[in-house]
T-cell receptor
Framework: GAGVSQSPSNKVTEKGKDVELRCDPISGHTALYWYRQRLGQGLEFLIYFQGNSAPDKSGLPSDRFSAERTGESVSTLTIQRTQQEDSAVYLC????????????FGPGTRLTVL | KNQVEQSPQSLIILEGKNCTLQCNYTVSPFSNLRWYKQDTGRGPVSLTIMTFSENTKSNGRYTATLDADTKQSSLHITASQLSDSASYICVVSAVESNYQLIWGAGTKLIIKP
């Protein structure tokens, strides 16, 4: 596939459970980003990967959130002990490292915590 | 504080009409400004990217303008189509952090037949 893919597209979970969200970036894109978008709101930066390293994790809202990237490719965002306020769409984007760093987005994972 | 504000919050126009969306930002030092289109249930898609030296950039029926002195941008949509119904998001990046974009909340545009 040519674009960024994310899975699952929808996830419904119970409060307190752990969830894993997956992102497959565009092949060759060294930069990868995770965002959170609450209903009717703008995108909220979570974390940025350059290769497999995360030089900026400043947007992760709490220590329940973690992310990793392997093989300079797939990334997983893990949310432990989910809370209702974690309900949102989680978007992943990837880019080449250029002066513009134009980001290409996946379709997102809609997470609902009951 | 780096911020991006957009207006109006929402807009309804008839198919075939033109419209202009506004963006004001306080990001400094400024690197570039982007407009994204986000269809419901989809990720954002880039429409235009402009640096401080660019005053206008077009992409089909979309024309973005930038005034780096007043820190304002606009997105003009000509001869609107039903498929233009989406959220339009203004995004700014600062020189020292070109990867961490500052996102506006978006303008929700609805085109009615």
């Amino acid at each position: 596939g040519a674009g960024v893919s994310q899975s699952p597209s929808n996830k419904v979970t119970e409060k307190g459970k752990d969830v894993e969200l997956r992102c497959d970036p565009i092949s060759g894109h060294t930069a990868l980003y995770w965002y959170r978008q609450r209903l009717g709101q703008g995108l909220e930066f979570l974390i940025y990967f350059q290769g497999n390293s995360a030089p900026d994790k400043s947007g992760l809202p709490s220590d329940r959130f973690s992310a990793e990237r392997t093989g300079e490719s797939v990334s997983t965002l893990t949310i432990q002990r989910t809370q209702q306020e974690d309900s949102a769409v989680y978007l992943c984007a990837s880019s080449l490292i250029t002066v513009y760093n134009e980001q290409f987005f996946g379709p997102g994972t809609r997470l609902t915590v009951l | 504080k780096n911020q991006v504000e957009q207006s109006p919050q929402s807009l309804i126009i008839l198919e075939g009409k033109n419209c202009t969306l506004q963006c004001n930002y306080t990001v400094s030092p400024f690197s570039n400004l982007r407009w994204y289109k986000q269809d419901t249930g989809r990720g954002p898609v880039s429409l235009t990217i402009m640096t401080f030296s660019e005053n206008t950039k077009s992409n089909g029926r979309y024309t973005a303008t930038l005034d780096a002195d007043t820190k304002q941008s606009s997105l003009h949509i000509t001869a609107s189509q039903l498929s233009d119904s989406a959220s339009y998001i203004c995004v700014v990046s600062a020189v020292e952090s070109n990867y961490q974009l500052i996102w506006g909340a978006g303008t929700k545009l609805i085109i009615k037949p």
